[in-house]
């Protein structure tokens, strides 16, 4: 349970720096379904973050217990569901879905997971059954919309932003601006300045037909 706040599914306790293979097999051994269902939250965050050595060309599952191998072989596939439903990169989804490949069992075991996945139907697991329902909430609050994801997001439109205002204001005009949107007092030279240049060019930004022309032109 204090391992797997590091992987970006914390429960009740601060974390600890744990092998990732080590959290994996630990939490696929739990009889809780709540560890369970948070599988596919721990792998997205392990592989943003590190390479696994399950990930290496010759492993195989061979050598875990059997409980473990058999449960990999499920929630490997239906990881892999929630990477392509919820658009995470290609290079992730192509990792996940490699390794639902070495630990899946042979047969319609995809299929049936598919299925079911997309009916949103609960999946037995030796004894447990999970919840698909869960599995998609849990993944969308922990991995699509959690807080460093969000912060992340909100880094990269920052960049964004102040690239595009580049194009179009000086580095003083710009300073300007920040200052207007935060309300900040300027000088009587500030505000002249303000009045007489920039605030004519956010006059043409703001024009709906200009905007509309230059989405048509980009």
């Known amino acids: 349970m204090d ?3 590091d992987y970006g599914y914390p429960l009740l306790r601060p974390s600890l720096n ?28 392990m592989l943003k973050e590190k390479t696994l050595t399950w990930e290496r060309k010759q492993w195989t599952p061979a050598g875990l217990p ?3 191998a ?28 490699k390794l639902a490949l070495k630990c ?5 075991l995809w299929v049936n997971l598919q299925k079911k996945f997309l009916e ?5 697991l030796d004894g447990v059954e999970l919840s698909t329902v869960r599995l998609t909430r849990n993944f969308r609050n922990y991995v699509v919309h959690s807080p460093q994801q969000e912060a992340v997001e909100q880094q990269k439109y920052s960049l964004e932003r102040e690239l595009l205002l580049s194009y179009l204001f000086t580095p003083r005009q710009k300073e ?24 004519k060019r956010l006059k ?3 024009d709906d037909k200009l905007h509309e022309m230059a989405k048509q032109l980009v």
């Open 3 to 5: 391992a797997l706040t």
């Open 18 to 45: 744990v092998a990732p293979e080590t959290v994996l097999m630990e939490l696929l051994a739990q009889h809780d379904v709540r560890f369970l269902e948070g599988f596919p939250v721990v792998v997205a965050h």
């Open 66 to 68: 059997r409980l473990v």
């Open 70 to 97: 058999a449960r990999l072989a499920v929630l490997f596939p239906l990881t892999y569901q929630l990477f392509k439903l919820f658009g995470l990169e290609r290079a992730l989804q192509q990792r996940v879905h």
């Open 104 to 108: 899946s069992l042979k047969g319609d």
């Open 120 to 124: 949103s139907l609960p999946v037995k």
């Open 176 to 199: 300007l601006l920040r200052k207007r949107l935060k309300r900040q007092s300027m000088t009587k030279t500030e505000q002249e300045y303000f009045y007489r240049v920039v605030k």
């Open 204 to 206: 043409a930004l703001a």
